[in-house]
Every structure is written in C-alpha cells, then in structure tokens.
C-alpha cells in the first residue's frame, strides 16, 4: 500500500489549510493509500526552531518524511508566500530529502490574485529537496470552504481529480527506478 | 519651469513620458492600460501646472526588427527610433500581456535587446493585462525582476487589470495611485541627478551609451583609433 504523508503548516489551530490536508487525507485512505496528518504546529517548537533533529519528536517527523512515498504540502498563504512555518521544517530535512518521492503542493489563501506564490516560492524549493515528480499546485480560495471549515461542492470535485493524480503519481513505474538510483 | 523640490530646471517642454506597450491585438487592453495611467499622470501635472508629453512605442511595429535584434545585436531603424526615444524619457509606462504566466516574449525580448544601462534611474510604472486574476504575481515576480536588473526606479504601485478588472472602480483608483507616484518621481529629477552626478559609479559596456558611460571623449584621435577609425591628419583639428 502506498503511503503519504501530509503537512500541515498554519500556526492557527483552527486552520483551514490543515482543514483541506485533514479532507485529503480521509480520502486518499478510501482509496486505499495509507495517509497520515502531521500538524507542524504541535511540534516541539524550540527544538523545530533550532533544528535539533535528535529531538525525539523531531526525529520522527524527519522519519516519517523518509518513509512516506508521497508528501501533501499543506500550507496558507502569507504576505504572497507559503508559510514561515513551513519552510522551518523544510529546513531541517537533508538536502535531498524528497528524492524519489511525488509532492503535492496546496495553499489556502484569500485573494486569487496570489495563486501563483506556489509555483514562484515553493516548487523551487521541493525541487531542491530532490522530489522526483511534483505535482500540479492547488491554491484554495477561502471562499472555497464552509465555516465547518469543509470542502464545498466544487472543490471536493477538484480534489477528487487532483488526489486521483497525485495517487496515480505514486504507484508509476519510474518511481522505483528513480529510488533506486538515488539509492 | 523650475523643479518645485530641489530648484532645478527641467526641460522647458515639460516631463517626456515614454509608453511602452506589448499588446498585440487591435485594439489592445494591454495598449489600453498604459494609456490611461499616462494619460491620468498628465492630468495630474496639470492639476499642478506642470506638462507631460506622451509618446507610445508600440510593440507591434517593432517585432521584426526585435527579432533579427535578438540574433544579429543590430538595431534596425525603427527600434534605433526606439532606443532613441527611451534615452530621453525622463519616465516609462511598460504595459505587458501575460501569456503563458509569464509577460510576452515580444515584451521580454524587447527590453532584453537594450543596452544594459540605457534606463539607468529612471521611473518606470509597471503594468499587466491578463485573462485571470489568478496571474496577478507575474508582475511583482517576474516584470520586477527583470526592471531591476535594468536598474529602473521601479514605483512600488504596479498596476493589473484582469480581464474582471476592467470596470471596477478599484482599477481606476490604482491606476490613480500609480500615476500620482510617477509625477512625484518626475518631478524629484531623480535620474537626471543619477545621470549628471553619479553615472561613472555603474557598471557599463564599453559603448553602450556612446562613451558617456566611461566618461571618455571617443572624439580625441586615440579614442578614434582605438575604435577602429582613423586619426585626423595632423594640422587638421
Ligand atoms: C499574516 C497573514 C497574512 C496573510 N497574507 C495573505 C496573502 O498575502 N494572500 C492571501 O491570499 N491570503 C493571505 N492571508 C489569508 C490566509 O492565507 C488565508 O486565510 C488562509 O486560508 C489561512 O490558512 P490557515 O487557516 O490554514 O492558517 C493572510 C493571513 C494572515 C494571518
């Protein structure tokens, strides 16, 4: 079985990135994909800040990053870029931490006039981690979400196809392949 | 006239606003969009008593020559017109189409096949026109870029207009915000200081801006000679 792991980056506990990365992750698993939610709010933030990997908390996280065959990038927009908190824990991963793995990057934001910040901020850097296929970003409006903080029609459609891609991504053939070489 | 800010002269005509434009449909909103901030900033001067001159260098007319520019470095008359016209504007509206995410590569290729310090300083207000809001960074992401490269005085209004954009009343008061900025940097005579008191401080190619970038006199008969031409004959000067 597949496996994918999801991060979500909001500071704010009622979080309406971690909302959609929750959605994704109970649908990926009717799929039959072996999905977690790691919310990186509840780490450890003074060993998360200094990168202190040997930290027990900190640790797992980095290992459930190696384990997982796909990585669902969850974050808000902030000031037309991806979260502080983010690029945090991206910076404590080895510098090809997501070789041979398929990455799905989704932001929520409120204005459309910043979708793009995914592809100008972020693809560049899971790129540098090494990500072997990195899919289509998707950019939620927050308009998109009810005050349950749940999908509405038109999204949960849209996140149909796009988790049917990013689910397809990790069982291709070339995957193994390129784990092997970077093996 | 005298410049209300620090007392010096500017050109008796008035401020020379050069419009630069990357539509290509007839008529262009892209065309469009520059027109109204040049034509807003001119009624801002003369709410001032102060004159702007609009010239348009239209894209369009130039691609042919763009193109045999971006392969051969020769400029051919019209874009010679061109670069001409950009040295002696004292301010820029550069209005791109977004295709593609990106601004047009007649756009691009445009500003690409200028000498690198032809726009040195000067105020440049920067504009898009695309189909979807959902392109609005291409402005600040890549047009920004590239103007810093050139070392323009990038206006930190930069103006957007989604095809949804065109009758609201927030675009008419961007446009209002980036043209009062433009007059203001006119009127600071920032790249002519920049010109006059500072230009050897840059970096130059030999020849980009016909020996004023080094300070020299290509007149003297070393500097013919060493340009490939040929000394006067002695006597003769
Ligand atoms: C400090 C801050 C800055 C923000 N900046 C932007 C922005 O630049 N662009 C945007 O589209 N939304 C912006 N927003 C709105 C959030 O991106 C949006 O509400 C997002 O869905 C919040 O996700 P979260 O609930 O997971 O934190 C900002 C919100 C905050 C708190």
Do not use: C
Not at chain 1, 29 to 46: K, T, W
Not at chain 2, 2 to 27: H, M
Not at chain 2, 43 to 60: K, M
């Amino acid at each position: 079985m597949p496996t994918v792991l999801a991060l979500s980056s909001s500071p704010s506990r009622s979080s309406r990135s971690a909302a959609v990365a929750e959605y994704a992750v109970t649908a990926l698993r009717s799929g039959g994909v072996d999905a977690n939610h790691l919310r990186l709010r509840e780490l450890d933030p003074s060993p998360l800040l200094a990168a202190d990997t040997t930290h027990p908390e900190i640790e797992s996280a980095v290992r459930a990053v190696a384990e997982a065959d796909g990585i669902l990038l969850a974050t808000p927009t902030y000031k037309a870029a991806y979260s502080g908190l983010l690029k945090v824990f991206l910076d404590l991963l080895s510098q090809f931490a997501f070789a041979g793995k398929a990455v799905l990057p989704i932001a929520t934001g409120g204005s459309p006039a910043h979708v793009l910040s995914l592809d100008y901020g972020l693809r560049p850097v899971v790129h540098s981690l090494g990500a072997w296929h990195v899919l289509q970003s998707l950019f939620v409006l927050d308009s998109q979400l009810d005050e349950a903080l749940r999908p509405g029609e038109q999204l949960r459609s849209t996140l149909e196809g796009v988790l049917g891609d990013f689910t397809h991504a990790l069982q291709a053939p070339s995957r193994t392949a390129t784990i092997a070489r970077s093996a | 006239m005298t410049n209300p800010i620090d007392g010096t002269e500017t050109p008796a005509t008035g401020f020379r606003l050069v419009v630069v434009s990357g539509g290509t449909s007839d008529p262009s909103s892209t065309r469009l969009l520059a027109d109204r901030i040049a034509e807003r900033t001119a009624r801002l001067a003369g709410e001032r008593a102060e004159q702007v001159h609009v010239s348009t260098i239209d894209l369009r007319d130039l691609a042919a020559e763009i193109s045999s520019a971006l392969v051969s470095q020769l400029l051919g008359p019209k874009l010679t017109r061109a670069v001409a016209t950009l040295r002696e504007a004292d301010g820029i509206i550069a209005s791109a189409p977004v295709y593609k995410a990106a601004p047009s590569g007649l756009f691009s290729s445009f500003f690409h096949v200028l000498d690198n310090d032809l726009l040195i300083g000067k105020p440049v207000i920067l504009a898009a026109t695309a189909g979807t809001a959902r392109h609005a960074l291409v402005v600040d992401n890549e047009m920004r870029a590239l103007f810093a490269y050139l070392r323009t005085l990038t206006a930190p209004t930069a103006v957007f207009a989604a095809s949804e954009d065109w009758n609201s009343g927030e675009l008419g008061a961007r446009i209002g915000r980036a043209a009062f900025e433009m007059l203001v940097l006119l009127e600071s005579g920032f790249s002519h200081k920049i010109e006059n008191e500072s230009w050897q401080r840059y970096q130059h190619e030999y020849g980009s801006a016909g020996g004023t970038e080094l300070g020299i006199d290509l007149g003297t008969d070393l500097m013919r000679l060493a340009t490939g031409g040929s000394a006067r004959p002695t006597g003769s000067s």
